[in-house]
């Protein structure tokens, strides 16, 4: 078996402030899990905002070095520093799907343009013809075309079809890992399905592992194989997706899963969460505590 | 039952543009009626690009070109006498925005201004219309953070130094601090997480039902509906497609489309196959013949292609806009992708 990525015990410190009264802050905490080539999975990475998610996707993308620890792509470290060819050949596995489209695209340019040079980049040729079948290709995969989205500029589009047109550049190099960062959030309901079914036959499919980074529970639950929850930078709880979700252990999950608005009671106007549950979450920000094995294949933070 | 505070009739908004020499109708609100009574949480629900943010700027009397009302009335009936958007004039509108017309935004981080702090903000806002100011204005200000569980340092920061949820929260403030009678929040929670969403949305509901105000509340995710929402109210291509109290929507949906928003959420504890409805919305410049559905549906036959559906009663407060609505069976509980997604 071989590992695709292997994230090894990895921090991130941001430092703030300028010669007076600097602060750290520690963004992410010794994370560490790896994937394996053969198998593709759906990974995901769940945690509220400012829980380190986005930090850690970033420097899996090689955007941002590790404070401490190492992150190994196919046994090759993933460094800023790389050289133009070597970071080349790493983009081309390695493609992010970012949370909010209309930041990801050039709202002066043509979303084609934007489609175009990611094409003619990675398949190194300047053939129109080559490279317009495989935009048209990449946005069949996500349910448009190229004759819909030619000559559109960002604010044309709703936020939904932009983001399917930001996944759809991504899969242009047909990458085995895609590092997809809270892609459903801007999405509509009736869409979101449709994004996330099809990150489940990129995986099936195409045989592409996917980092899905989301706070959506349901949606985790449903297309993951196996996730993280973290809380302020620690990984709290990892392990199959199902397990953990299904009864999760650590007080933050457990909050978690209370917050997910259900609609089997719809109509009830049941939104109270209860307080006890806030507060044990968040009386553990900022323990240490480790990681501990359970039986049943998860590992859970344990303090004191 | 409770009054009306708002009457839509028949309402048509259209973004009329012309650029070099094209010119362009896009049909964004095509013909809706509906009413939203006082004291309740009417949701809204539809896709980007079906017009539902169109007909909320229309209710908002934030009515500028391209977009025009064409045709129909949007009456208000507030406290100080009736108010109809379609012929008011800017005095009329300034009269009750903020007062008895409010609006919660979406994104908090750009409707905030980054380099004023909150409290400038908050007196840009409301001061006028609350006709106060000083230390009054403040005092009133700061017993109405505290209700939002605001501290009143926020007054004193800046945007930037709030956290997701705090701005929403402020904005909320900003929104009701006048005690108006009617609120829009267009997608208020969109962008948080699960913790801080449920913690704003009790607090939007805890806050409606304190000031007895009648709250449209838009927004794509059905859950969110399902949790506060008195009744819900879809809107396709422009169309109110259909309308109902939140638990028969969910759970006795009479619209195909409304059937599949139901049983497209996903739900902890059940990983069978989600279907996802193919196609897209139509185009508002070129909507097709006919049922605006019937492209995407799988309920569709001949009549639908041909004669579009008016919205009628088809149980207590319940109206659908569809032909064969004795033929939609509820998808969510079912062992299998049945019925109308089969």
Known sequence: MTTLLDVRDVSKHFTMGGIFGRKTVNAVMDARFSLSAENPEIFTIIGESGSGKTTLARMILGLEDPSEGEILFRGKKVTRHAGRAEKLAFMSQVQPVFQNPFEAFNPLKKIERYLESTARRFLQTRDTAVIDRAMDEALQKVGLSLKEVRGRFPHEMSGGQLQRCAIARALIPNPPLLIADEPVSMVDASLRMSIVNLLKSLRDDLKVSVIYITHDLATAYYISNRLIIMQRGRIVEMGDARTVLDSPQHPYSKLLKASVLSTDDAGDGKLETDPGMVTAANGLVGQAGKLVARPDGREVRVYG | ?342
């Open chain 2, 1 to 342: 039952m409770a009054e009306d505070i708002v009457k839509v009739e028949g309402l048509k908004a259209y973004y009329q543009m012309n650029y070099f020499g094209v010119s362009r109708e896009v049909r964004a609100v095509d013909g809706i009626t509906m009413t939203v009574r006082k004291g309740e949480v009417y949701g809204i629900a539809g896709e980007s690009s079906s017009g539902k943010t169109s007909f909320i700027k229309v209710l908002a009397a934030a009515i500028r070109p391209p977009l025009r009302v064409v045709e129909g009335s949007v009456k208000f009936d507030f406290k100080n006498g009736p108010f109809e958007v379609a012929t008011a004039t800017p005095r009329e509108i300034e009269a009750v925005r903020w007062k008895h017309l409010s609006y919660i935004m979406q994104g908090s981080m750009s409707v905030l201004n980054p380099v004023r702090r909150i409290g400038r903000t908050f007196h840009d806002f409301a001061s006028r219309p609350m006709g106060l100011t000083g230390k009054a204005f403040e005092d009133r200000v700061i017993a109405h953070l505290a209700r939002l569980k605001l501290p009143p340092e926020v007054l004193k920061a800046y945007p930037h130094e709030l956290s997701g949820g705090m701005r929403q929260r402020v904005t909320i403030g900003l929104a009701t601090v006048c005690h108006p009678e009617f609120i829009i929040a267009d997608e208020p929670t969109t962008a948080l997480d699960v913790v801080v969403q449920k913690e704003v949305l009790s607090l939007i509901r805890d806050i409606q039902k304190e000031m007895n105000a009648a709250v449209v509340f838009v927004t794509h995710d059905m859950s969110v509906h399902a949790n506060v929402a008195d009744r819900v109210g879809i809107i396709y291509a422009g169309r109110l497609v259909e309308e109902g109290p939140t638990r028969d929507m969910f759970f006795a949906p009479k619209h195909p489309y409304t059937a599949h928003l139901v049983a497209s959420l996903p739900r902890i504890g059940d990983t069978k196959q989600r279907p996802a409805l193919e196609g897209r919305p139509p185009n508002l410049a070129d909507p097709p013949q006919g049922c605006r559905f019937h492209p995407r549906c799988p309920l569709a036959v001949d009549k639908c292609r041909q004669e579009a559906p008016p919205l009628e009663q088809v149980g207590p407060d319940h109206r659908t806009a569809c032909w064969r609505w004795q033929d939609v069976k509820p998808l969510v509980g079912a062992s299998a992708p049945s019925g109308v997604m089969a």
